[in-house]
């Protein structure tokens, strides 16, 4: 069943407001087996029924967004009608909740709100119980040759209750019994990239049956999607596992900081953080999961050569002999951070975000980063990693996140 | 001018990414003076032929996002060459900066890489210094009548450079001097809401001639941007700055983070921070501003009681008789971070993120923040700004650099 997806709405299209209708259709559509063929957006003019018209013959359900609101530019209603040859009809019904909803709210209806009444014959109103736009379900004409409408409200307040109540149920029907959803799984990967991860793997699994693959890249983490009959996820998930047994973060669509405090919690561990180039991004990813305050319980944020020697303890010499950007000062980092914080773990980072204090020894992008784990030798590492002051700081805290984890998930680290 | 948008990629219909392209487009082409007049998303497989093929006679720009990564799905560039009759060539410069990137990287070019240095004839090569696939540039033909084609990265945070240094200058030579883009001027306003800003401002300026309004809501923080005639904009500028002198954080697009840095170093002043509920955000967020080495020394997360106790000097006994989410508590917070960096303004916050941790007396969204300066009275107040965790350390961080920047700015903070 193909479906595409028209949203209505001039201030989509000014950056005023983001389009979050093609994501919130497309994940709920993905869960039935669905997938959206396009998404238009278009402003509040007669820009809908070109779009309509070119749509038509090429799909079987049309979801519709805005452009039902009380004012004459939304135009949705009389077009729809005008294209199928119907008439518009006064619903009595929507006339009713329409007074009621005014009533309710101690206003008086404007009569321009009975534009909203109007209904092309032979469709089926769908009740909107947070606002005042029903929607509509205009169904397939087969020997008109017109696909299943759905004429919905745009503000996403009115627009989600009325699809996950009234539109997915009748996508369902409308899919019938054998069209069951296909399965799929997703495999989140880190520290290696959507292109090398697609080289090694498509010859290995272009024998398996109606296998579909999905990339999706950000950060440096690929999310891995399997899509097909689950025989065949089944035998596509062997060979991943065995392929990046050490680079997948998770089999779902778990964040990293999820699954490090996920499994800190687990050993009734803690962590903290020692950061420099950083600013307090590790802290702040890691406090983001739900959960967190039971495994971190401290970070240190010392930009300052001062604040590394009187908070974690590294000793002045160090940063005047290596630098403060060393893979010396950063063990000191993290064992000062390990022994005053009283953690079971510590991370630390130092490096040179930018635009300035590059050398030619240590340009822009280098960065140090280290764990130290009660009872384990610190593990320390250096990079390079140049990019906008913000990726790096983004990809660092990722890296250095990313020992932990490995840590963590019982993998050696390697130098 | 007419230009359409169209964004490649099955992520976009899958609910994995949300699309921001639209909007950031709309955003930066309202600055020219031009419309979106239509924006499509499709996935990654040859709707890209069909679309282009319909928005071909009806536009005269298209800015298409997506499509030139270096898998077999990415076939952008193929079909662009194919419809427009020319041959893809082998661009050595992009080769070369190709094995660069990699080089610096440290790893080995993939073979598939090297389709992304391939160009259709006559197309301009649009640099990508944030990642390994290149825009491109297709100017229009009037006998073929094709329109300019951008082809450009998906990744926002390779697009919006390439955009912002390329593609919009470009733009601006299209139109030509006689359609100059009108003047401009932005306020970034924080602490007055988009529709209470509409309302009363709009009556105030609505004598003004040719004089165009437009707004960008984000985070708390408003962007109100004057299109017109730089005769009215001067005149409705006015009317701002004595409506909002407190809340205008710049008459620029500056972040409040590095209006913060600049008003510091202008002073040769510091900041250090105390976060509790934030988790390292505030300093992560004062850190991601270029420069703010020299202002920000460090900061403290402060997550777990001790820490406040340790780190601070908190008194146990006020955590015990107020609770660590306490107006006692955040002053005391300020004022140790205050006395132990040695920093002319210390910043805190203490609240509760949720999902638990919620009283009835202090629900989840209860804050209190704290600005402690040498020299001045420590100031502080009680916030209640229930939202999901992660909208909620943003939030309460935005709360808090702003007391900073009032205070910098000269302003008696408001209790």
Known sequence: MRVEVVNIGTELLLGKVTNTHAGYFGEELFKLGLR???QTTIPDDDAIRT???EAFPRTDVILVTGGLGPTSDDITREVVAEMLGRKLILDQGIVDDLKAFFDNRGYEMSSSNERQAMVPEGAVVLDNPNGTAPGLYVPAVESEGTPHLFLLPGPPRELRPMTANLVLPKLVELLGPEN??????????????????ADNLEPKLESIENLELGYCARLGEVDLRLIGPQQSIDQAADIIRAEYAREIIAESEESIESVIVRLLSDRHETVATAESCTGGQIANTITNAAGSSGVFHRGYVTYANSAKAELLGVPAEL????????DEVVRAMAEGCLARSGADHALAVSGIAGPGGGSEEKPVGTVFIALASKGHDTFSKRHFTPADRISFKMRVTRLTLDLLRQHLAGFQLIA
Chains 1, 2 share one sequence.
């Open 319 to 326: 940063i005047v002999k290596h630098g403060a950007v060393s």
């Open 36 to 38: 959206i063929q396009r």
């Open 51 to 53: 779009v309509l018209k």
């Open 180 to 197: 069951a959803p296909e399965t799929w799984h997703n495999f989140r990967i880190y520290g290696a990239g959507e292109s090398a991860i």
